[in-house]
């Protein structure tokens, strides 16, 4: 089905006129909701309670959840926490294989790209200094740039 700009244009100004929703009101997922408690859930093993009784609590207080899905959600959301604060204070990494070197001549301008060499085939199943179990384990992650 086609619409004209017109009726698109009314649906878009009947949207801005909703009333804001109550954001107690607001739905959560299980997995928002752990976040939403994490440091209520780290009081309350500061003060001896395991995960399994946490988690049986929660059951009992509205949110049915397992001891694993709470400590999964757990370590997502101590992952998710850290992130930006870890990659904002790192220094920018150091040039490594592959890489070119462009260090300025006596007039301040950068000077001719010479590709850095790769480390030497030792025979041992290693690439670039990394062996291949390292290579494989890397290859399926998306590294952001």
């Keep these: 089905m086609e619409y004209t700009v017109e009726q698109i244009d009314q649906v878009g100004a009947g949207l801005l006129a909703l009333p804001p929703l109550d954001a107690s009101k607001r739905k959560l997922d299980k997995q928002a909701a752990v976040r939403r408690i994490k440091d209520q859930i780290a009081t309350v093993q500061q003060r001896g309670y395991t995960l399994e009784q946490i988690a049986q609590s929660m059951t009992e207080l509205g949110i049915q959840i397992t001891t694993p899905t709470l400590k999964s959600y757990l370590q997502r959301a101590k992952k998710a926490g850290g992130r930006g604060a ?48 390292a290579v494989l384990r890397n290859a399926g992650r998306r590294h952001a740039l």
């Design 86 to 133: 870890r990659r904002a204070s790192r220094p920018p990494p150091a040039p490594g294989p592959g890489s070119v070197n462009r260090a300025p001549n006596a007039g301040g301008e950068a000077a001719p790209a010479t590709p850095l060499t790769p480390k030497a085939d030792r025979g041992d199943g290693s690439v670039g200094g990394f062996s291949d179990r």
